[in-house]
C-alpha cells in the first residue's frame, strides 16, 4: 500500500475518532473542504460553518453518538468504512412529526461511509455517510 493511501486511512480513522469525543475543531482540520452528503436523506452540508451546525444537530438528542468501525478499505481517491453508529437519546429529537422527548434508550445500528480525498492528498473533501432513514428511530422503538 502506498504511503498516501496509508496517510488517508489513518485521516479517516483519526476523523471517525475525533468525532466520538465532539472534538469539531480537530475534525474540521481533517478537512481540505468541510462536507457531509448524508445518503438516506438527501441533505448537504457544505463549509464549516454549515458542517458544525449538523454537528450540533446531530448531537443535541444523542450527545454520546459514537461509532465503531468494522472495516475500512482505500481504492483510487476513496476510502470506505462500515461501522456501527451508536448513541443514547439523552435530548429532544426533532422530526417533521414533531420533537420527541428523551426516552434513555440506546441504539446500535450499522451504516457505511464513503471518504472522498482530494488528488494526491490527504485530507477529506466529502464524507458520504450512507444509512437507512428508519434504522435509529427502529432501535428506540419510535418507529
Known amino acids: 500500500m502506498s504511503d498516501l493511501a496509508e ?3 489513518k485521516t479517516v480513522r483519526d476523523h471517525m475518532a475525533l468525532e466520538c469525543v465532539n472534538d469539531w475543531d480537530a475534525v474540521i482540520a481533517t478537512f481540505a ?3 457531509y452528503e448524508m445518503y438516506g436523506s438527501g441533505q448537504v452540508f457544505d463549509g464549516e460553518a ?3 451546525g449538523y ?4 448531537r443535541t438528542p444523542f450527545p454520546d453518538q459514537a461509532n465503531e468501525i468494522i472495516a475500512i478499505a482505500h481504492a483510487a481517491d476513496t476510502v470506505h468504512v462500515e461501522f456501527f453508529l451508536t448513541g443514547t ?3 429532544p429529537l426533532k422530526l417533521p412529526t ?3 422527548e428523551p426516552t434513555g434508550k440506546s441504539f446500535r445500528v450499522r451504516m457505511a ?3 472522498e480525498f482530494a488528488k494526491n492528498s490527504d485530507k477529506i473533501i466529502c464524507e458520504r455517510p450512507y444509512f ?3 434504522a435509529v428511530l427502529r432501535a428506540l422503538d419510535l418507529a
Open 50 to 52: 454549515s458542517v458544525r
Open 89 to 91: 437519546h439523552l435530548g
Open 132 to 134: 437507512d432513514q428508519g
Open 113 to 115: 461511509a464513503t471518504f
Open 33 to 35: 473542504h468541510p462536507r
Open 55 to 58: 454537528f450540533a444537530a446531530s
Open 7 to 9: 496517510a488517508r486511512l
Open 98 to 100: 414533531g420533537m420527541i
